[in-house]
């Protein structure tokens, strides 16, 4: 005869280690960290979204952006900036794309992975967001739990784009 024990930690394997340690995350702040009397901050704490900044705009629309500052001695050290972040985003983006494919037992373009990358930081900071790169964090979670194709970070970007845009 099987414990009903049994059927619970078999239920607990088959699910995905990330959700598992966001439940974990959360017991702990609401059993063992609030009770203390302290609490973790959270993005709304440092900064309340609203619907005037839920949607991106662009940074020429945007009057918190002064580029009255911007002068020739200021280049040298833009283009130097831009220059590290680069190498430093194509330098993840690729080792992502080399795990990616270890994972898939696939083959990628690595022109098309920074390229991809430059056009999409171009489109941010035109909007007036920060550029990033591929994370090897979530690529190798989205592997892990079954995502082989292109529909595994589309959904996630748009989840994330839902949770900034649609559930600030």
Same mark, same amino acid.
């Given at each position: 005869?099987? *414990? #009903?024990?049994?059927? &619970?930690?078999?239920? $607990?394997?088959?699910?995905?280690? %990330?959700?598992? !340690?966001?439940?974990? /995350?959360?017991?702990?702040?609401?059993?063992?960290?609030?009770?203390?009397?302290?609490?973790?901050?959270?993005?709304?704490?440092?900064?309340?979204?609203?619907?005037?900044?839920?949607?991106?705009?662009?940074f020429f629309l945007n009057d918190e952006y002064?580029?009255s500052k911007l002068n020739m001695a200021s *280049? #040298?050290?833009?283009? &130097?900036?831009?220059? $590290?972040?680069?190498?430093?985003? %194509?330098?993840? !983006?690729?080792?992502? /794309?080399?795990?990616?494919?270890?994972?898939t037992k696939s083959t990628h373009h690595s022109?098309?992975?920074?390229?991809?990358?430059?056009?999409?930081?171009?489109?941010?900071?035109?909007?007036?967001?920060?550029?990033?790169?591929?994370?090897?964090?979530?690529?190798?979670?989205?592997?892990?739990?079954?995502?082989?194709?292109?529909?595994?970070?589309?959904?996630?970007?748009?989840?994330?784009?839902?949770?900034?845009?649609?559930?600030?």
């Amino acid at each position: 005869m099987l *414990l #009903p024990p049994y059927y &619970l930690l078999k239920i $607990l394997f088959q699910l995905p280690s %990330s959700l598992l !340690s966001i439940v974990a /995350a959360l017991l702990i702040e609401m059993l063992v960290v609030r009770p203390l009397g302290y609490r973790t901050e959270t993005i709304g704490d440092i900064n309340e979204f609203t619907s005037a900044d839920a949607l991106p705009v662009p940074f020429f629309l945007n009057d918190e952006y002064g580029l009255s500052k911007l002068n020739m001695a200021s *280049l #040298p050290t833009i283009f &130097l900036q831009g220059v $590290l972040l680069c190498a430093v985003g %194509s330098i993840e !983006s690729l080792m992502t /794309a080399e795990v990616v494919s270890s994972f898939t037992k696939s083959t990628h373009h690595s022109g098309m992975v920074v390229a991809a990358m430059a056009v999409g930081n171009v489109v941010s900071g035109f909007l007036g967001g920060m550029g990033g790169n591929a994370m090897i964090g979530l690529s190798t979670i989205a592997c892990l739990n079954g995502g082989r194709r292109r529909i595994a970070p589309v959904v996630t970007a748009l989840a994330i784009f839902v949770c900034v845009a649609a559930a600030y």
